[in-house]
């Protein structure tokens, strides 16, 4: 077996890359984590260190590539479409409470709510730690996706404002500390 190792796939977190390792296993291809503990230590340096890493040998590089191709679930993306569907807007005026939680289960605006929850619980706990990981999921937030409803866009905001002034006291606070 050659020791020479190829990534063929870089994952966010350490779980998929553990699932994606055990299905290479199940087909008898050696294969290994490269930054698996680091980033499931120190989840915050993830894209800094480019995420898991699966490597294989350079001989099983191919056949690895087309075996996780073929364990991926493919699904049928929806239809884009350019006007909003009437009956969203009817199922919101019909029953409000509703409309707010399938909002909330939107991938966008859940992320928005932890960020701004998390930007909140950052006053308390921890403020620098926290304040990134809260900008860290702001900055995830990619403008491709789906828009945010109104209080997802409000949500980051606030959490943003609030990051920044939690970042402006410490760095207050540093330079107090720094000149005495």
């Known amino acids: 077996m050659s020791t020479d190792l190829v990534t063929i796939a870089t994952f966010a977190e350490p779980a998929e890359a553990t699932l994606a390792r055990g299905v290479l296993q199940e087909e008898g291809i050696p294969c290994f984590l490269e930054g698996e503990e680091v980033i499931a230590a120190l989840w915050m340096l993830g894209n800094a260190t480019g995420g898991v890493k699966l490597q294989v040998p350079r001989e099983y590089a191919e056949r690895a590539v087309a075996i996780l191709d073929d364990a991926a679930p493919h699904r049928e993306e929806e239809p884009v479409t ?15 409470a509703e ?6 289960t939107d991938p ?17 706990i921890l ?13 995830r937030l990619s403008p491709n996706e789906k828009p945010l409803s109104t209080a997802g ?26 000149r005495s």
């Open 82 to 96: 350019a006007e909003p569907d009437p009956a969203d807007f009817e199922a919101e005026a019909a029953d409000p």
């Open 99 to 104: 409309a707010a939680e399938a909002r909330e």
């Open 108 to 124: 966008g605006d859940a992320m928005a709510a932890r960020a701004f929850r998390a930007a909140v619980l950052g006053i308390f």
């Open 127 to 139: 403020p620098p730690l926290v304040s990134l990981y809260s900008t860290w999921l702001l900055l």
């Open 153 to 178: 866009t409000w949500k980051c905001c606030l959490a943003l404002a609030v990051n920044l002034l939690v970042c402006g006291f410490v760095v207050v606070l540093v330079r107090l500390i720094c």
